[in-house]
């Protein structure tokens, strides 16, 4: 089922900008139990994404009460929410008067078997770089080529993600997810500030470990540092957080950080407190 | 009237990824008593960008029939081609099978003054910047974010155009424009590896150039340099050619290149051939 302005449709206006211009922001967000899963969380991105895209953002209220119309009989599922500059005349420049779209649609959780969390995932390099952008860096933007590119490098399914590099050749993100790698018990994340997409299961990462006195370093970071560390992970809403066991040929063992983060991940969801074990 | 693979509609299904993702490619087409001008040029430049981007393109001839229907009674007006990967599910991964859809759409032409071809328009810069990436380099893809977010820089309804540079304060292009300068009889472009859209009107102006014997310097070039030349002018497939007379404080004149080429490309459009007066 989708719901377009709140009512039921298939379809979309061609003079849509999101379809135009890809004009327009995304959150996917886990459904458990008829709940969207730390909704608050991606409905604040939302607003952040249209403030830096100059997009009224449409009321939380609405879409929180669409949301749970939507989701109420779901016991898993993912709920993708759309916002876009809404209808306008051919020409980048936007519309006096911007009516932004909302779409909220609900669809299959992704059958990924369990192990990928207990037993971590296969990854391996894409050539498809990261553009280096200030300006739309960090946003759920809905300018995705790159990741489609990237993500069309490989068909084996055994390699579960890709993992991105920006021009510069820092490593930046997967595909789908954000990066952390921990070394001598320290943890990083590449900064986000001129590509990539600043994760809401990033940022809960990072909060449970500094709840546990940990800082996330954030910095850039290659390669060669990065197939140094001695623990990899990658998280996004859906996923939570899955190791990485190997990229390429190179083996990682799956740590104690990582299970303590995905410990903390599983009580903060059942809604305890998030402290590691 | 806008036809979907074919069909009289106003809308596009959500699932299309154009929608999604702006997983797509469009061309901007001038369309003159009835015909859509340099449509073979454009269908050619769509070719690249499918193979580019891995989608498969709809067949030229389907598309030139189409095209000329929709244009048949138009004597003057805007034709806008669109092809995206189709529908797909959530998520990056493209479909195993790919069915493009393809959406043209006629439009009124703008109603830009004489005077902007024979006097010229003024420009400034603006502060949002074009993002490298060779990957998406010079087609012209539907992730357009850059260009909206410069355009929504100025309301003034004087200024015309946008020059917008990239990361490295390489000045690239206009945000719906490409730019030449003119400086001591040489003519420079900027080249478009790493970022920009290379424009059919463009290419049409560089090959005018040269079977005068004038060749076009593709390089990159910073505000100062740009700012010292004889002649700049801009283009694009609707417009043709207007020669900038004001760039913020900066005046301009407009020089004698920038005239032969505008000549040029009346005759070229008129069906004569191309040879500088």
Redesign the interface.
């Known amino acids: 089922m989708?719901l377009?302005n709140g009512e039921c449709?298939?379809?979309?206006?061609?003079s849509?900008?999101?379809?135009?211009?890809?004009?327009g922001l995304?959150e996917?967000i886990e459904v458990r139990n008829g709940q969207p899963v730390f909704l608050d969380r991606h409905l604040k991105r939302l607003n952040t994404g249209c403030r830096r895209?100059?997009i009224p953002c449409p009321d939380s209220e609405v879409i929180t009460a669409e949301a749970l119309d939507l989701c109420k009989d779901s016991s898993l599922a993912?709920l993708?929410l759309?916002v876009t500059?809404g209808s306008g005349?051919?020409?980048?420049?936007?519309p006096d008067l911007i009516q932004p779209t909302r779409?909220l649609?609900l669809?299959p959780y992704?059958d990924y078997p369990s192990s990928f969390v207990e037993q971590g995932i296969i990854a391996r390099f894409c050539t498809?770089?990261?553009?280096?952008?200030?300006?739309?860096a960090g946003i759920k933007?809905?300018?995705?080529?790159?990741?489609?590119?990237?993500?069309?490098e490989w068909n084996d399914p055994a390699i579960q993600e890709g993992i991105m590099m920006d021009?510069n050749d820092h490593i930046i993100e997967g595909?789908?997810t954000n990066l952390f790698y921990v070394k001598n018990g320290s943890v990083y994340t590449a900064s986000l500030s001129?590509?990539g997409i600043a994760g809401i299961m990033r940022s809960i990462i990072i909060e449970i470990l500094s709840s546990n006195h940990i800082k996330t370093v954030e910095k850039p970071f290659k390669k060669n540092e990065f197939l140094s560390a001695d623990e990899i992970f990658v998280s996004n809403s859906i996923i939570g957080l899955w190791p990485i066991n190997q990229i390429e040929n190179k083996h990682f063992s799956i740590g104690p950080l990582t299970r303590q983060i995905q410990f903390c991940l599983d009580r903060l969801k059942s809604g305890a407190e998030a402290s590691l074990p």
Not at 9 to 14: A, D, G, N, S
Not at 16 to 23: E, I, K, S
Not at 131 to 136: A, F, I, K
């Open positions: 989708i377009v449709k298939q379809h979309i206006e061609i849509d900008r999101g379809f135009q211009y890809g004009d995304f996917t895209l100059h993912v993708k759309i500059r005349g051919r020409g980048y420049r936007q779409v649609s669809h992704p498809t770089r990261l553009g280096l952008n200030p300006s739309l933007h809905m300018n995705r080529l790159e990741q489609i590119l990237a993500r069309a021009v595909t789908m001129q590509s």
